[in-house]
């Protein structure tokens, strides 16, 4: 059985093909991409454009421990409405992902429950407390793609030091949450005007910035590569292009809800609105977009983080920290950054897609001939209203829910299989 996309306009980000032409995809590979093709089921793209399946390399599965947020297949799933074939799995579940046997029971329930692929990143520190490594020898051959204690920062900067040594020694990237603890501890939203009008304790700048900083720091002494997620201020972006000016091996990214919203989104106490690092102000968005346009910024992730319902359901400060991300990534950048022009189509797709797997070293995010049959079929120009009875995700935790965007995921294939139709 083959699969054939018929008269889709190809966006292909490394500019290989592009126009309107028919796909056909056998055994899960691209087998073809040309004029008049025929195929054995056949997907009408007319009017659609598409594109590399799109890359998250920051999510959350919640799978082991936390399953009534979500498991790796709701997330999966919900990866695949969103228009992502390939996802970086977080290791902060309970328990966490540090050793040999997690890693493969993660493999192992992806496989078994998976519809996209699901590579996991595990611990820098056993139990991320920060103090012991892990074995990341021997967690890389079981195929984790990178390592970070993500929820939180490495306090120690000896450790942190230690543990840039070990992954830079197994060729792996560090994945860099940048907190001060210290200096964030007690706080639930961006420090500012907002946070003193409401009453709520603040988390200052500084502290995402000094740590950004640090960990650059500490990875050029030990000649690490190390990534920096989810920026969030026009401080931020700023040290990691001067970081990168001096030629430190250092990525970013940024997540939509960072460029999407300001701290005012909070006012109305929406616990949907909180997450760890908090929405900042319009100075940062504008930062942000500096940054994606100059290339300081690498790539957009989601930080997908669900919470039920009943957790999110309490006074805001109680709230725990995150939102879904997956479901509206796409659709928050053609709507946030293509539709005013601060960037093209191309642009924002390259980023959702060979960007992002750059930094893992995948060999996915780009179409061609004989490569993986992983694709998104969408339409940049439909207009949609996010609903909260929609999500494929097991949690309803989006500050978008009612919210109208534009860019809509039409189908999602990965290894050949259709796994999402709108
Ligand atoms: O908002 C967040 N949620 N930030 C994090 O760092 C962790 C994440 C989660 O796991 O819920
Ligand atoms: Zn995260």
Not at 71 to 80: N, Q
Not at 351 to 358: C, G, K, Q, S, V
């Amino acid at each position: 059985m083959s699969l054939l996309i018929k008269n889709a306009r190809i966006l292909d980000p490394e500019g290989k093909c592009s126009g309107d032409l028919d796909i056909r995809i056998d055994d899960g590979t691209i087998a073809e991409i040309g004029s008049g093709l025929s195929g054995d089921e056949v997907i009408d793209a007319a009017g659609l454009t598409v594109c590399p399946g799109l890359v998250d390399i920051h999510v959350h599965f919640r799978e082991p421990g936390q399953e009534s947020k979500e498991d790796i297949a709701s997330g999966s799933r919900a990866a695949a409405r969103g228009g992502f074939t390939t996802v970086v799995t977080m290791a902060n579940t309970q328990p966490r992902i540090d050793n040999a046997g997690m890693v493969e029971f993660v493999n192992r329930r992806a496989r078994e429950t998976g519809c996209i692929r699901i590579r996991p990143a595990a611990c820098a520190t056993k139990g991320m407390l920060g103090e012991e490594l892990t074995e990341m020898a021997e967690l890389k051959e079981l195929g984790v793609v990178a390592v970070t204690d993500d929820g939180q920062d490495i306090a120690s900067s000896a450790v942190m030091r230690r543990v840039l040594e070990y992954a830079a020694m197994v060729d792996l990237p560090y994945m860099a949450h940048c907190e001060d603890e210290a200096l964030a501890k007690g706080g639930a939203m961006n420090e500012g005007f907002t946070a003193t009008r409401l009453g709520i304790p603040g988390i200052p700048k500084a502290a995402e910035e000094i740590r950004i900083d640090r960990n650059i720091r500490l990875a050029e002494v030990a000649d690490a590569h190390i990534h920096i997620q989810h920026v969030t201020t026009a401080g931020g972006i700023e040290i990691v292009r001067q970081a990168k000016k001096r030629g430190a091996k250092v990525t970013c990214e940024v997540c939509p809800h960072h460029f999407a919203l300001t701290d005012a989104a909070v006012e109305t106490f929406n616990s949907n609105a909180k997450m760890n690092p908090p929405l900042r102000e319009q100075h940062d968005i504008e930062g942000i977009i500096e940054g994606i346009q100059d290339g300081t910024v690498d790539c957009i992730s989601t930080d997908h983080a669900p919470h039920t319902p009943t957790e999110k359901g309490v006074e805001f400060e109680f709230a725990p920290f995150g939102i879904l991300g997956l479901e509206t990534a796409l659709a928050l950048t053609i709507t946030e950054l293509v539709k005013p022009g601060h960037i093209t189509l191309e642009r924002a797709i390259q980023l959702l897609t060979t960007e992002a797997a750059r930094i893992c070293k995948f060999d996915c995010g780009t179409l061609r001939v004989g490569g993986p049959a992983d694709l998104t079929i969408f339409d940049p120009a439909e207009e949609w209203t996010v609903s909260d009875d929609s999500f494929a995700s097991k949690s309803r935790n989006s500050p978008f829910i009612g919210t109208t965007l534009t860019g809509r995921v039409r189908h999602t294939i990965c290894g050949g299989e259709i796994v999402y139709t709108a």
